[in-house]
């Protein structure tokens, strides 16, 4: 502004030097000059400041300022005290007037000031502002003389038809509206920049601005909107419609003018100049906030896989990988040293996928009815038990997300991560498949029936299985070897090669599988590296296997010696159960595999009906595996927490839960009991070795299945958006906890680990199915 020539005057003194126009000066002589802004108070100290301030009131050119200011101050102070408030950011040069207007006229001091408080030359940006035309559309059929009215108010230039537009202002009442998709098309092939907004509800919605082939696209935005809107999926599906129901509008003119007015800053300050990375977010102002009207701000990702703007082909190709694990050092945090990083790391670095209209999951929050030696934690509906239909069948306990943890972090991060695993494992298209039959595909294939599961009768009686309505019990029908059908590939690490699937098996669905099979969680895992998820997700197989073989035998297991633990978190938990009239124990369920395998459990004391709770754990390390079960029976707590001894107050109506609480007593369940004249166990029962790498642990998992003749099988689940690992493990043969009584593990292991004599007989299996 002030050049080092000419004693500091610019060489060109066709402009005048002044405050900034969002400043007021006011001079208390001797005290300070005061800058008066809507930013607060700028106080100017000193004698220069003092025989400046007059002079800078826009009516001098440089030369003329320092010429005044010289006669007073000297000319090297003088310069020194204009470069001093220059380099403080409260000066601007503005335009000097060119002669007399033809007519009356006066710039709109106002608004230079705005664009001045904005960080720019407010004369400058008014003239871009007027200059940048915009194309104002309507999406739908939704009007749009507020917003032109607005534009044109606040001195935005309008394209007409067949003009160029520096930007395209677009107004729908529905930002998943398929003509937006449209628009998108034809902004993309102009290389125009375009600006969204919403009116017709309580909220106003302004963003982002899409920038054709840079930053996200309208589409990136569209998936995770639809993410918070599968619940209308069925209905859309049922009348055939292109986009969401229709939604009666619901708003009041003030608002609509509100979010014109909003909708035509943003586009002002675009056509100013003024970048800021807000503009990549939409920005919601709800009128009926819980307390009050509000603004809050939802940043937009691009995705890297998106089929408009990124790679739809990254997905398929990292699927059709070898899975090769790494080298990943474990954390040295107490109980938590077997992940690749700190619950607190995982928060911070993926806390963003937690936002109500962009994330994909919308809040993170404490299980209603948690006591408070309990930390769950919930995150939203289940993606994995979703339904398809109107009717739909029930899911039960799973219908939320969940996680659990000994501190509120720990819970926070296993809910999200629960979240993600569930969304990373649904069908969004871009999955790798190979449609042929089981017979057309040869030795490549792995029958569904290996990991499926289901006795022959089970398959022949579906009918009445299925009439329970119960999802975690559905019964598919008899898989066709002949019939086309979609495949996913799969890699064994076992067998070092690629293997196929049923991508039905693989990935949850909001279509219905045209072969019948529902993909359902177990083996699915997020972890803070591919091989934590895939040490997860082996371990979650392990445990539900023995959880099977224990509950479907109805065998005695031994009692594990909490005291021998010596955990101060159990005493904690003993007593907090202890306070609600609860007992506590725990189970060895440790299977074939040798891996560690506990279940812990509760039961009411003080009312016949006991509210029987479980939960289950595996780890290599048994003091892990017992921190599982015990956090996991915490998830069921809450919902029995505040049930009265007359039976009411159960936070839940699943009616497979609920028999269970109200009929299910330790001695009329013998297996729910220690085993008698078996000695309790502690954590030295286990040859347990510590590793420091899970690369070490993935080896082991390895040459543990092979050593069994079984098969470790992994998909690479994470989505690139995401980048928070997701793995699904398969091993076929190992038994879900749910009902799959098929001929193998379930008849053959306890006999072999000396707790039946003989196999269970078909008929006499636990008729309770695992409800959980």
Known sequence: ???????????DDRTRLGFRRHLRATVVPGEAVYLVSHRGVTALHGDP??????????????????GEAAAALGPEEALRALRALEAAGLLTLRAAPAGPPAAPHRPDAAAEAYWDLAGLDGARAGAAVARGAVRVVGAGGVGTDEVRDACRASGLGL??????????????????SPALCEIDVAQRAARRPWLLAGVGS????IGPFFRPYEGPCWHCLAHRLRGHRRSEEPLRRALGLAGPPAR?????????????????????????????????????????????PRGSAHPVVR????????????????????????PRPKTTEDLNGHRALTPARMLERYGPLVDPVTGIVKEIRSAPGSPDFVHAYLSGHNLAMRSTTLGGLRAGLRSLSGGKGLTETEARVSALGEAVERYSGTRQGDEPVVRDSYRGLGPAAVHPNASQLYHERQLRDRHGWNARGS??????????????????PVWSLTGGEQRLLPTSMLYFSEEPSPDGMCADSNGNAAGSSPEDALVQGFLELVERDAVALWWYNRTRQPALDLDAFAEPYLDRTIDGYAALHREVWALDLTSDFGIPVIAALSRRTDKPAEDVLFGFGAHFDPRVALRRAVTEMGQLLPLVAEVTPEGSGYRIDDPDALDWWRHATRAGRPYLAPAPGLPARGPAAWAYRPTADLREDVTAITETVRARGMELLVLDQTRPDLELPVVKVVVPGLRHFWARFAPGRLYDVPVTLGRLTAPTPYDQLNPVPLFV
């Open 248 to 292: 009666p509008q619901a708003t009041l003119p003030a608002v609509r003018a509100l979010t014109a007015q909003l909708a035509v800053v943003e586009a002002a300050q675009w056509l100013a100049g003024r970048r800021h990375a807000g503009q990549d977010s939409v920005y919601v102002h709800d009128t009926l906030g819980p307390h009050g």
């Open 202 to 205: 309580a909220a106003g919605w």
């Open 1 to 11: 502004m002030l050049s080092e020539g000419d004693g500091g005057a610019p060489a």
């Open 471 to 488: 999802r975690l019990q559905y019964v598919p029908p008899p898989f066709d070897e002949a019939a086309a059908t979609e495949w996913t």
């Open 303 to 326: 995705l890297p896989q998106c089929a408009a703007c990124g790679d739809p082909e990254l997905v398929a190709r990292r699927i059709s990988r070898p899975f090769v694990a790494r």
């Open 49 to 66: 400041a003092e025989v400046l301030a007059p002079l800078l009131d826009g009516s001098r050119s440089p030369a003329e300022v320092l």
């Open 159 to 176: 394209a007409g038809d067949g003009e160029e537009a520096a930007l395209t202002l677009v107004v729908c009442d529905d930002y998943l």
